[in-house]
């Protein structure tokens, strides 16, 4: 019987050093080499200082930018707590919230129906990302803050949209981080 509790016990150190060290270590150290840019968090650049993550979403409040998805992370775009509200679609507080983005975004819209994902968070709360009909949404309200044509803003939406993975996977979608840095590129 002691036999099987030793053999048990060094299977269980064995697998723990294998499994919870050596290939988590392997793992990290390949990604490194094959994918160093996503390995390292997708991180932005802007005159040698990083500036935000291709992976996170930003708070942007000024007029002459593309707004994200409102965020339920933390005190809002907080990675270090990142998650949803938890609120159910019936809760009074949420519906509220929706209502009144949805009013705030309504009046300056000219009638457009305001897209569902300018007003309602990500599981995660730190979607990067806006539908190209949310980039369009908005299009107006930064070619006017920049003194810009609205095709000029319109063009940078389409270079700066992804397309679905393989043709086949995900939804048509704009990096907000990107788009207002190309922004801020053109305003040069």
């Known amino acids: 019987m002691r036999s099987i509790w030793l053999t048990s016990i060094r299977f269980t150190l064995v697998t723990a050093l294998i499994l919870g060290i050596g290939y988590p270590l392997f793992i990290t150290g390949l990604a490194g080499l094959l994918f160093p840019h996503q390995a390292n968090g997708s991180l932005l650049l802007k005159d040698g200082h990083v500036i935000g993550s291709e992976l996170l979403a930003q708070s942007f409040t000024s ?7 409102p965020s339920a992370a933390g005190n809002g775009y907080d990675a270090t707590n990142s998650g949803g509200s938890n609120l159910a679609p019936s809760n009074k507080a949420l519906v509220d919230r ?16 305001v897209p569902i994902d300018l007003v309602t968070t990500s599981g995660s709360g730190l979607d990067p990302d806006i539908t190209p ?24 939406i389409a270079d700066n949209t992804t ?22 590129k053109l305003s040069k």
Do not use: C
């Open 63 to 69: 007029d002459k930018y593309f707004h994200p998805r």
């Open 98 to 113: 929706i209502q009144g983005d949805i009013d705030k975004l309504a009046k300056d819209s000219g009638g457009k129906p």
């Open 133 to 156: 009909d949310s980039a369009d949404f908005q299009a107006e309200r930064v070619a006017k803050a920049r003194g810009l044509s609205i095709d000029v803003v319109k063009k940078l």
């Open 163 to 184: 397309g679905r993975q393989f043709k086949l996977l995900g939804e048509p979608r704009v990096n907000v981080l990107a788009l207002n840095l190309a922004l801020d």
